[in-house]
């Protein structure tokens, strides 16, 4: 044995959420089995907030030392209140669309409505073999603001393939579990003098991450789901999971 810290999760799920999570997986491996293009065809994309500053990890603060020298020291530092919100779908060929809130507006379902729009009309120029046929598929969480009323009349309109996410799932969200912490890791430890360095800045390392990073996880989003019912539909993370038992 060995002891162990533990590790924090986003809820403390009931029979019935841990349930849904493992039907939500079970349905999605049985799609990407019998479908080949099914993980091709998935546009995913949520929000996040962008700082002015935010800290290092512990890793990224660490520093070559002898172990006869002291360990290196730091402030306690916090986030700094300049933010920017940017919202960001992509599938594994990389960004299809990404856009930041505008100063003083909110996610609400005026707004997402808008993203929806631009997030077709990007969708027609950047993969025309997608929107030739209407086969690609949207992966969004249940914000309130993306399960408005008017935005899933837009979407049944147009018909737009929407596949679900459990609630209290970030671990299988792609953005929560790939693409944001990419976005951030290089971002952190680094002071922006505005809102625009900001923007610029991030869409620079959107732009950096390569084309084999969203391959990869789709790949990863596979295997999450497998991990999710060999545990009965509990988080995972950080388990080492045998699926031949």
């Known amino acids: ?12 799920l009931n029979f019935l959420q841990k349930e849904h999570r ?4 079970e349905d999605m491996i049985f799609r990407a089995s019998t479908d080949p293009t099914f993980m091709k065809r998935i546009i995913t994309g949520d929000e996040t907030w962008v700082y002015e500053y935010d800290m290092q990890t512990s890793q990224q603060s660490s520093e070559w030392r002898f172990e006869n020298e002291p360990k290196p020291k730091r ?18 060929r990389g960004v299809v669309h990404s856009e930041f809130l505008p100063e003083g507006q909110t996610v609400n379902k005026e ?14 120029r950047k993969r025309p073999d997608l929107w030739k046929d ?36 970030p671990d299988m969200a792609p953005c929560d579990f790939f693409l944001f912490p990419k976005l951030k890791l290089p ?27 969203y391959e990869k996880c789709m790949e990863d989003w596979v295997n999450r789901w497998h991990s999710c019912i060999a545990l009965d539909g509990a988080y995972f993370e950080g388990d080492k999971i045998n699926f031949n038992e």
């Open 187 to 213: 971002l952190r430890g680094r002071r922006f003098e505005s809102i625009d360095a900001i923007k610029e800045n991030s869409q620079k390392v959107l732009k950096l991450i390569p084309q084999s990073a």
């Open 75 to 92: 402030p306690r530092q916090s986030r700094s209140k300049i933010k920017v919100m940017l919202t960001v779908f992509f599938d594994y």
């Open 22 to 25: 493992k039907q939500v997986a």
């Open 1 to 12: 044995m060995k002891r162990v810290a533990a590790r924090l999760v986003p809820k403390e």
């Open 134 to 169: 209407n086969s690609w598929i949207l992966h969004h969480d249940n914000a309130p603001s993306h399960k408005a009323i008017i935005v899933q009349e837009f979407l049944a309109k147009n018909t737009t393939n929407v596949i679900d996410q459990a609630p209290y799932s």
């Open 111 to 124: 707004y997402y409505l808008g993203v929806m729009r631009r997030l077709r009309e990007n969708i027609r």
